[in-house]
């Protein structure tokens, strides 16, 4: 049974969470998109692991970990997770394994995220500043890009970054008066890197077919939320990757018949990080309250979170599109001891009213939401180990996104440990 695991939202819905509870009966764990700017966190115990690039099944010692070619591999950033977990007794020797055909994020991946940031000013985008943009913007123009494969030839590599530091002095100088960086601390670094990562580097394509052929159980394990996706999201608000379903692909190679499960990965609410729309945002005191009783800061960058009421047209669209069998709704807990909760249904725009999320940003901006108001429930929910223990107005609440999205809820979060989640059919 191979299964993936998508964000249905703006990511931080608690991916690392829920990757982590299925990692239990997975033989591989693969990162497919993105890089260091996810942080997913798993809570073992007394244990918190906040994890960039590491697959959130590394804490499963039986595990094996896949960063496939569709991920942006920081080495600086994944050195110092395979370090910190060795630290806590966690050992990734022989079990992790990067693609030869994964981009490398550089120290000037990093600088040139920051420069163009500050140079937008109040267009900013709000990235978090891992050189995400600037890595998939170099792996499309392809002309500058540094691969994982790149480290076993360093004559090669030395070659490449002498071309593309010169390249990048020339743009960053002319465009913001940045003062030239020096390539002999880089490739310093990068002797490091290939110190510590090249027993991992391997063709991850094909050991994924390997594993399929033997009947492994394949778990997938998406980063971010579909509605920062590159293509399909709320563009230019978005990352720069597919950070929907529809990434596994290109992300890895394996095609969506291999997958048997597709689970989407939502909150009782929304959140975002960064700038871009939000029509169920509650900048008042509500959305004060969800984000000091959720902890809804972020996990890679300490900012504080946007919040706001659950939107199942924005969920009921990226279901669809990445054809999710079943969703996982965590923090149901996180609303309790409001008097009444909202859902948004629809979005009035002008004086049309649409359930379908709208493709357009103005249309988007101008989107007012329509509530479905909702009794809220008083009880402390951490300890609901089944539905009978919810109390009805929770239970009614989960049956009415459930009605409105048009997909099965089969877990439930009731608070950020491994065993506060509730299952509606065997996992
Ligand atoms: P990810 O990026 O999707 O893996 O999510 P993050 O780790 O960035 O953010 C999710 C946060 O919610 C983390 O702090 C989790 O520990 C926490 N969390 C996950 N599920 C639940 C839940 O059901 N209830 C509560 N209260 N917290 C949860
Ligand atoms: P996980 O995997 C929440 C957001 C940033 C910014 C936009 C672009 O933990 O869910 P980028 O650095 O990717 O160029 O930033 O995307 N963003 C995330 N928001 N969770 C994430 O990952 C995110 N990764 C990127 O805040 O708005
Ligand atoms: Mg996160």
Not at 263 to 271: A, D, F, I, P
Request: include cysteine.
């Amino acid at each position: 049974m191979n299964c993936c695991v998508v964000g249905l939202q703006w990511g931080d819905e608690g991916k690392g969470k829920v990757v982590d509870i299925l990692a239990e009966k997975s033989d591989l764990v693969v990162r497919y998109n993105g890089g260091a700017n996810a942080g997913h966190t798993v809570i073992i115990g007394d244990q918190k692991y906040a994890l960039h690039l590491m697959p959130s099944g590394a804490v499963r010692p039986g595990c094996r970990c896949i960063i496939s070619n569709g991920v942006v591999v920081d080495p600086a950033v994944l050195i110092e997770e395979i370090n910190g977990l060795d630290k806590r007794g966690i050992s990734l020797k022989e079990r992790l394994f990067i693609s030869e055909n994964a981009h490398v994020v550089l120290d000037y991946h990093k600088l040139e995220d920051r420069l163009r940031e500050e140079a937008l000013g109040k267009n900013k985008i709000g990235t978090t500043a891992r050189g995400i943009g600037p890595c998939y913007a170099d792996k499309v123009g392809r002309s500058y890009a540094v691969r994982m494969a790149d480290f076993r030839d360093p004559q090669r590599l030395k070659e490449k970054l002498e071309t593309i530091v010169s390249y990048k002095n020339k743009l960053f100088g002319a465009l913001y008066g940045a003062p030239p960086m020096q390539v002999g601390p880089l490739l310093e670094k990068c002797q490091t890197y290939r110190t510590i990562l090249e027993p991992c580097i391997t063709n991850t394509t094909e050991m994924l077919y390997k594993a399929i052929d033997a009947g492994d159980s394949i778990l997938f394990e998406g980063a971010q939320g579909a509605l920062l996706d590159l293509d399909h999201g709320t563009f230019p608000f978005v990352t720069s990757s597919n950070a929907s379903a529809l990434g596994l692909g290109p992300g890895c190679g394996v095609p969506s018949r291999h997958v048997d499960r597709i689970l989407g990965v939502v909150k009782s609410y929304m959140t975002r990080v960064g700038a871009g729309p939000f029509p169920a945002e509650q900048d008042n005191e509500i959305g004060n309250r969800i984000r000091e009783k959720g902890h809804e800061y972020g996990t890679t960058t300490g900012r504080p979170r946007r919040c706001g009421w659950f939107d199942a047209v924005a969920v009921a669209y990226t279901a669809r599109l990445g054809g999710i069998t079943e969703i996982a709704m965590m923090h149901l807990d996180t609303l309790a001891g409001l008097d009444e909760v909202k859902i948004c249904r629809a979005y009035r725009i002008g004086n049309r009213e649409t359930t379908f999320f709208p493709g357009d940003l103005s249309d988007l901006t101008a989107a007012e939401c329509v509530y479905e108001t909702l009794p809220g429930w008083q009880e402390d929910l951490s300890e609901a180990g089944e539905m009978a223990d919810l109390p009805d107005n929770a239970r009614r609440y989960l049956e009415t996104v459930e009605s409105l999205v048009g997909v099965p809820i089969t877990m439930v979060g009731v608070g950020p440990k491994r065993s506060q989640i509730i299952y509606r059919k065997p996992l």
